[in-house]
């Protein structure tokens, strides 16, 4: 079972993860400072517009300044949700170690994967897919 957790995105909504059962959801966890996690970015802002209808995501920023996560936003235009783990417990909580990193978690709550690095386009949409609800 994934752990779960909540968490204030950017836009200061609350997100808790148990509340999310029955939906598909795409955790990533990045830094600003990582070039791969820049990268494949704009393909999880893609996928995200394709799939924010049946997949809930969260992208999760390792302990940086609001600001410094603000301006990067901005900077590449996302609409996902974002929050920052300050002082990094939740990524130590699911072992997170090298950025990127993308839990998938299943509509009943069951991490069905575990990706450390960067992402092709591919990879994200493959991914987005894998957790779409049967409906």
Request: hydrophobic fraction near 40%.
């Amino acid at each position: 079972m994934a752990k779960n957790f909540a968490l204030t995105n950017l836009a200061d909504e609350r997100f808790v993860l148990a509340e999310q059962e029955g939906k598909g959801v795409f955790i990533n966890f990045w830094g600003t400072f990582c070039e791969p996690c820049e990268r494949e970015m704009p393909h999880i802002e893609s996928a995200y517009s394709d799939y924010e209808d049946q997949v809930e995501m969260i992208a999760i920023n390792v302990d940086e300044a609001p600001l410094t996560v603000q301006s990067f936003v901005d900077r590449h235009d996302l609409t996902f949700p974002i929050a920052i783990d300050k002082q990094r417990e939740l990524t130590r909580a699911y072992g997170v170690g090298p950025l990127p990193a993308t839990i998938l978690v299943d509509e009943h709550g069951q991490v069905q994967r575990y990706h450390e690095g960067e992402m092709t386009e591919a990879q994200v949409h493959e991914f987005f897919q894998s957790i779409v609800p049967d409906t």
